[in-house]
């Protein structure tokens, strides 16, 4: 895990730009589900790898892809994101509970669905990511809500969905966050459909103490 003294280096790596899009810059550039990003980004923030967690239009945004790829740029996702790409972009296709160790960077993926509603269905094949950067493990969830799958997940920083009716609720995620016990746990998902600024910090309030949190939009 990482030492206390090691956190704000970490949180000054990570930018949330809105919903569930996430830069990480450290060494590498990865974005997961990157969304809003409406000019093109220079060279230093150009994409290495962008994991897509599902198809939904705030989640797999051709526009900000665009944006950020190079001919470097590998676009990792689930079967039902990468048929929506076209042969111009280098892809992975990847499925739930696999590990992956590519060139530079490995990660594990773990499933991301609904419980009792049907935006998320189970059978879709949605994905979430446990990523191993520099020796720091993230986990990204994407849309789900509070799975049995999830419960043994060990990370250093998490990323978790707090508005609620498409995803976890803001308690449902205070609950996963203090099960993971990660050193960071950030929130997303919120602000854009479903979710407010309230739902974020009742989220921040309620984790155990040695968990830190950044609200960061």
Same mark, same amino acid.
């Given at each position: 895990? *990482?030492? *206390?003294?090691?956190? %704000?280096?970490?949180?000054?790596?990570? #930018?949330? !730009?809105?919903?569930?899009?996430?830069?990480?810059?450290?060494?590498? #550039?990865?974005?997961?589900?990157?969304?809003?990003?409406?000019?093109?980004? %220079?060279?230093?923030?150009?994409? =290495? @790898?962008?994991?897509?967690?599902?198809?939904?239009?705030?989640?797999?945004?051709?526009?900000?892809? %665009? !944006?950020?790829?190079?001919?470097? #740029?590998?676009?990792?996702?689930?079967?039902?994101?990468?048929?929506?790409?076209? !042969?111009? @972009?280098?892809? &992975?296709?990847?499925?739930? =509970?696999?590990? $992956?160790?590519?060139?530079?960077?490995?990660?594990?993926?773990?499933?991301?669905?609904?419980?009792?509603?049907?935006?998320?269905?189970?059978?879709?094949?949605?994905?979430?990511? *446990? /990523?191993?950067?520099? %020796?720091?493990?993230?986990?990204?969830?994407?849309?789900?809500?509070? &799975?049995?799958?999830?419960?043994?997940?060990?990370? =250093? /920083? *998490?990323?978790?969905?707090?508005?609620?009716?498409?995803?976890?609720?803001?308690?449902?995620?205070?609950?996963?966050a203090n099960d993971i016990d990660p050193s960071?746990?950030?929130?997303?998902?919120?602000?854009?459909?479903?979710?407010? /600024?309230? =739902? /974020?910090? $009742?989220?921040?309030?309620?984790?155990?103490?040695?968990?830190?949190?950044?609200? $960061?939009?």
């Amino acid at each position: 895990m *990482i030492k *206390i003294k090691d956190l %704000n280096e970490v949180l000054n790596k990570i #930018t949330i !730009n809105c919903q569930s899009s996430i830069k990480i810059q450290d060494g590498l #550039t990865i974005y997961f589900d990157p969304y809003g990003i409406k000019e093109k980004v %220079n060279s230093i923030a150009k994409a =290495d @790898y962008i994991f897509i967690t599902h198809p939904h239009w705030d989640h797999l945004d051709m526009n900000s892809i %665009n !944006n950020l790829v190079s001919e470097k #740029t590998i676009i990792i996702g689930p079967s039902s994101v990468i048929e929506k790409l076209n !042969n111009n @972009y280098k892809t &992975l296709e990847v499925k739930s =509970d696999h590990t $992956y160790n590519l060139a530079n960077i490995s990660f594990m993926t773990v499933p991301s669905y609904n419980l009792n509603k049907d935006y998320h269905p189970k059978d879709a094949g949605y994905i979430g990511y *446990i /990523v191993t950067l520099n %020796n720091i493990i993230y986990y990204v969830a994407g849309d789900t809500d509070v &799975l049995d799958e999830l419960k043994g997940i060990k990370a =250093d /920083v *998490i990323f978790l969905p707090v508005g609620g009716t498409y995803t976890m609720t803001k308690e449902e995620a205070v609950e996963l966050a203090n099960d993971i016990d990660p050193s960071i746990a950030i929130p997303i998902h919120y602000g854009l459909a479903v979710g407010s /600024v309230k =739902d /974020v910090i $009742y989220f921040k309030e309620h984790l155990n103490k040695n968990i830190e949190s950044k609200i $960061y939009y």
